[in-house]
């Protein structure tokens, strides 16, 4: 079936709901409003926002059969591929061939859009949220994409990966080219978060249960305040992760739990700290979610992107990475000087501004509409490369 109006495949193997998808709709949400975009997912409901940002938008069905969606290598995780892989050309026969296909997570993770991409005939657009594993495949694949967005974070594994098939210049080089452009997640005017309340107070955090997102260093930092803070987690479980997890939610005083909860919007607006405990951040979406609602953020002394962007005690409080005890005392500062959560939270506001996703994608949206144009122009897929 054509259809009449340009074509967006947007491709999620993934069971978990984590920052790569959200960070996927606020760029999906710049697309002019009559493409449309088709999300093919096993998890229709992580999309929903995409859905309030855009009318011309559905979801499109995966189904993996339980012992494979977890395989991660060997002769399974290229069995899963394939099953996914004969799956997409049964669904371009239904809903016509897209002008471009963005696999949001990994190469690794997306490697069964690589799979039929000659068939498609269609530019190919590759997100990196997160470090990619050292692998021949990804590396192959990785030379294959027509358009590659990277954080800034991921570009020593992306060079580690590539150096697999070339000299670690030449894959310096690589990421050089015209085709290849770091990514800036931003915050789409659509999902803009709302200011915290007046009468707000208390401590926010928000991430998955997996094992680096250090849940268990927040419990253990607020076993150790002198005096109690309300504390509300908000958190994540992992369907079939192989990573570590941790046990949520524990039986403590002064502590809310909600498990992936709906208005998390509104439950951001009522706290006024923002506590993350993740370890290396690759961007912390969370985060800036938190400052651009003018929570005061509270992050690790890392060397991750907000460490780096942001300054103790003007628009952040910086504490010693896996280090509960001193979590603890600058969450007791910030308890006896609620004026400086106020302040520190406003410049953090200030800050938000300037992570907004009509600028930050802009350069990536005219590289992913130039791909589109030339693909209809020729009949081909796009090669900048």
């Known amino acids: 079936m054509k259809t009449s109006t340009p074509l967006v495949w947007v491709f999620d193997p993934i069971d978990f709901h984590g920052g790569s998808k959200v960070a996927t709709a606020h760029l999906l949400s710049q697309l002019p409003r009559h493409y449309q975009i088709r999300v093919i997912t096993s998890h229709a409901k992580h999309w929903q926002t995409l859905a309030q940002a855009k009318s011309n938008y559905q979801c499109m069905s995966l189904w993996q059969p339980k012992w494979l969606r977890s395989c991660e290598q060997g002769w399974r995780y290229f069995a899963r591929h394939l099953f996914l892989a004969l799956q997409l050309l049964w669904l371009r026969l239904l809903s016509g061939r897209p002008e471009l296909c963005v696999a949001a997570s990994g190469p690794g993770v997306d490697l069964a859009l690589y799979l039929i991409a000659p068939l498609l005939k269609c530019p190919l657009v590759q997100c990196v949220h ?25 570009k020593a594994s992306l060079i580690e990966c590539l150096s697999l098939r070339m000299t670690e210049q030449q894959a310096e080089i690589f990421l050089a080219q015209e085709h290849c452009h770091l990514m800036q997640n931003g915050l789409s005017s659509h999902f803009w978060p709302r200011a915290n309340h007046d009468d707000a107070k208390g401590v926010l955090w928000a991430a998955s249960l997996l094992k680096w997102k250090g849940l268990s260093l927040l419990l253990n930092a607020a076993k150790q305040l002198p005096t109690p803070i309300p504390f509300t987690v908000c958190y994540i479980r992992p369907q079939s992760s192989q990573l570590e997890v941790e046990q949520a939610p524990v039986n403590l005083p002064y502590f809310q739990w909600h498990e992936n909860p709906a208005e998390l919007d509104e439950i951001r607006a009522q706290h006024r700290i923002f506590v993350s405990t993740s370890q290396q951040e690759p961007f912390g979406l969370s985060i800036l979610e938190a400052m651009a609602a003018g929570l005061c953020p509270v992050i690790p002394d890392d060397g991750a992107w907000w460490h780096q962007e942001l300054r103790h005690g003007q628009n952040c409080i910086v504490y010693q990475a896996n280090n509960p005890e001193d979590l603890a005392k600058q969450l007791h500062y910030l308890e006896r000087h609620p004026d400086k959560q106020i302040e520190i939270g406003q410049a953090a506001q200030q800050v938000a501004q300037q992570y907004r996703a009509e600028v930050c994608y802009r350069p990536l949206l005219m590289k992913m509409l130039r791909a589109m144009v030339w693909q209809h122009l020729i009949g081909g897929r796009y090669a900048a490369h």
């Open 130 to 154: 997160g470090p990619v594993a050292t692998s021949n495949t990804i590396a192959k694949a990785l030379q294959r994409c027509d358009l590659l967005f990277y954080l800034a974070a991921t």
